[in-house]
């Protein structure tokens, strides 16, 4: 690694790529800190400081994947989280919609096709969750500010809730613009890069949180943690359980075709970070819905419990209830992105088989056998791995662990592995010399 990250500057072609990468990503995290228009920038000054204290509740988990950005209400403050959203829904509709299903069988046409519908996707839900954060800024929070209500638009008429709304929702549009700009003209893919630099912006000033609260002995203990963390995820993310296929030996004409041997690599962690996104907005959807329940006895006991165990990250129930929520949705998601009926009857029609295994439904039986079982040890690593700062939180009582544990990690390694992945592969097809030496 060390070698390709000195002979990638080398390659006029490669530098070059990065160079633009480092640019836009530079450019994203400017715009992260433009304020919208409209908006009481000294009441955006008190909630920044009353999130960093651990006042923020869910926002600063909403806040988490824009890197700050929208607990400032900046142009960019739903971050890529509409598109990351828009994406999955189209993923999972897919198993349900032929017409999806089909498209994505017809390869790059297909494939064009489902990019312009995520992109209409992403910009509905980004003018959804741009309304419904202009009228809960407004009020206040709804909760999700802490116990202090800030209003951010003091000024709230039609025009100025309009200009609020487009805002957002064309930063939205401008960052998913720039992702792909990255992916097709610079190095990996823009849209983990763009995450990645949200994610690893908030470990700086999770670090001096972590050593004004808990002091320097604290702040060691929690950054060697990180560090072992970090050798796990690795570790975990490069796991693969390799299941050989064999192809059967066949004539055509006087050349003979197969026979040779392959594997199909099944991950650990198959779903990536994509459960803990999904148990995040199931979690949190409750916390949402109490905003719009009746007041009254039986109703407030509801919204007493909800705010009691599921707004505070340090309480048993609300742990317990995310990491069952973690482990049910990586197998959720397994299911939905490899189809052993599918990935079997592929191996039939090539002429392979599984050494040792009929060819047909004893197949897909033991493919899925294979993978349930490699699905829950990387089920329980990244549940853990989520839960590791709310642990710690419960334990200490210091806030700032997001930066140093969980989600950032894992999303900061595995971005890291892929981009280091494209960058070796660039320079092999360049057969640059001192590389392959």
Known sequence: MLTSLKNMFKVEDLRNKILFTLVIIALYRLGSHIPTPGVDFAAVQQLEEQVRSGGGGVLGFLSFFSGGALTRLAV??????????????MQVLAVAIPKLEQWQQQGAVGQKKITQWTRYLTVALALLQSTGLAFLFHNGGGGLFGDTPIDLIPDFTVPRVLLVVLSLTAGTALIMWMGELITQRGVGNGMSLIIFASVVSTIPAGGAQVRAEGGNFTFGLVVVLALAVLVAIVFVEQGQRRIPVQFAKRVVGRRQFGGQSSYIPLKVNQ???????????????????????PTGGFWDSIRTWIDGNLLTPDNFIYITIYGLMIIFFAYFYTAIT????????????????????????????????????????????????ALLPTVLLAVYGIQGFEGFGGISL?????????????????????????FLK
């Open 76 to 89: 960019f403050g739903l971050g890529i989280m509409p598109y990351i959203t828009a994406s999955i829904i």
């Open 271 to 293: 779903s990536g970070v994509i459960p803990i996104i999904f148990a995040s907005s199931v979690l949190y959807l409750p916390v949402l819905l109490t905003n719009v329940l």
């Open 338 to 385: 490899f189809d052993p009926a599918k990935q079997a009857d592929t191996i039939r029609k090539q002429g392979g088989f599984i050494p040792g295994i009929r060819p047909g439904p004893q197949t897909e039986r033991h493919l899925a056998k294979i993978l349930s079982r490699i699905t829950l040890p990387g089920a329980l690593f990244i549940a853990t791995v």
């Open 410 to 434: 894992l999303i900061a390694v595995g971005v890291a592995l892929e981009t280091m992945k494209q960058i070796d592969s660039q320079l092999m097809m360049r057969n640059y010399e001192s």
